[in-house]
């Protein structure tokens, strides 16, 4: 029996058929349209949904079924077995807008020169004619300050491993930093050693500046930008594909459209900093997975490619797209093998994928909710525990983004 009409007939059998009901009865009417609000917004069983909101025949209950857009938006808030395929992407979204927000405060200072670890090798690469010209406009506000000397001594022993002193004394450049560092100092006791080393510490972010001209940012953040789209699109789908027919096949045209661009915008950085001094591999590469992230995304548009049983092939086509970064990684290898950072990076990308190929595995071998059907309805099924593996993996890429960004940032090509 068609499950609508079973709850409509359910509904007549509270209310009274139409011939026993009494004519202009707004009371019986009244009871009747809440009684038939509450059983139409019930949730289903699998049996009962429409064929196009058959997709995993192991999940057998809690389903929505065209419910109006109103009510679908609300169950955002209720308990059904897409509650947390819905919130597991879009708390990852949340995560990810926050990344961005904080990225775009924070990670251009992510050269850490402020501990001075590398700060002799940036100086040998330094432009101390520019240096010296761009020290001169800073204003000189505050008073000299009456320690050069032994502020001298003490960057000269932490910098140990570079004589700075000629650089210093050639452009008189101490003199001109002294006139740049905050007034709290100026009027401190300066030969004490907190002092000095905070001393220390203002002159390498004053000069830090003027040495090191961060890279560009924009490949990470197109792939923060993949990952919020793709997390957005994600819980978006799940949220609205039971209202029609008509928007589920919309949704699940954005939900694959997201997953292709997360996977083409997580090549972008290892891509963009592994090859950035070898442009031909750089635009080679980078070609490559964007023609393919389109290419996934038009084949999505055919309406097989959404049927049940074109689930492995749909996961094989991803899982394709994330394995074909291999060729840029052990690339990267090749060309900087001496480079820890070149190492750092590719541990982080080995856990990426992992994180992805097993969410794929998992998704495509409807695990573990084949192996108990009905038992995972709510939590625990195969979907979810690939949305949570996709948050992991591109937080996993997010911090091998700061390894390249801070690796680039210092070394330039």
């Excluded at 499950?3 to 009871?31: H, L, M």
């Excluded at 809440?34 to 949730?43: A, G, M, S, T």
């Excluded at 670890?117 to 761009?134: G, I, S, Y």
């Excluded at 950085?269 to 389109?294: D, K, Q, R």
């Amino acid at each position: 029996m068609d499950k609508n009409r079973g709850d409509r007939d359910v509904a007549k059998s509270f209310v009274g058929s139409d011939d026993d009901q009494t004519v202009g009865s707004p009371s019986r009417e009244g009871k009747g349209k809440r009684l038939w609000n509450k059983v139409k917004y019930q949730l289903v069983e699998y049996h009962s949904l429409p064929g196009y909101l058959k997709d995993n025949e192991y999940i057998l209950g809690h389903y929505r079924a065209e419910w109006p857009l109103k009510q679908t938006l609300l169950s955002v808030f209720t308990i059904h077995n897409e509650t947390l395929n819905v919130w597991t992407h879009l708390i990852g979204f949340f995560l990810f807008l926050s990344l961005t927000i904080y990225t775009a405060m924070k990670v251009p200072n992510v050269v850490d020169l402020h501990r001075l670890q590398n700060f002799p090798d940036v100086l040998r690469k330094a432009d101390f004619q520019k240096l010296h010209t761009e020290l001169i406009t800073c204003l000189p506000s505050l008073p000299h300050m009456p320690d050069l000397q032994r502020l001298r001594e003490e960057l000269k022993t932490s910098l140990h491993s570079m004589d700075l002193l000629p650089y210093l004394s050639n452009w008189h450049i101490m003199e001109l930093l002294s006139n740049c560092i905050p007034e709290s100092l100026s009027h401190s006791n300066h030969t004490d050693a907190c002092v000095l080393r905070s001393m220390k510490e203002d002159l390498a972010n004053i000069i830090a500046p003027l040495l090191v001209r961060p890279i560009t940012r924009w490949p990470f953040f197109a792939f923060l930008g993949g990952a919020m789209f793709c997390l957005l699109a994600s819980s978006t789908c799940h949220l609205l594909s039971c209202h029609s027919e008509r928007l589920s096949y919309i949704m699940l045209r954005l939900d694959y459209a997201g997953i292709a661009a997360l996977i083409s915008t997580s090549f972008y950085p290892p891509v963009y900093y592994s090859f950035m001094c070898y442009p031909f591999f750089c635009n080679l590469y980078m070609g490559f997975i964007t023609l393919l992230g389109i290419g996934t995304i038009l084949v999505s548009l055919l309406p097989v490619f959404q049927k049940p049983e074109y689930r492995n092939f749909r996961a094989s086509l991803f899982f394709g797209m994330g394995f074909s970064g291999a060729a840029p990684i052990l690339h990267k290898l090749i060309l900087f093998w001496h480079q820890p950072e070149a190492l750092h990076t590719t541990a982080y990308e080995v856990l990426m994928g992992l994180f992805y190929g097993i969410g794929a595995l998992v998704y495509a071998m409807r695990i573990p909710e084949r192996w108990m059907p009905g038992k995972f309805d709510i939590a625990g099924h195969s979907h979810q525990l690939f949305h949570v593996l996709v948050v992991a993996g591109a937080y996993t890429h997010y911090q091998a983004g700061l390894v390249y960004l801070r690796w680039r940032d210092l070394q330039g090509c």
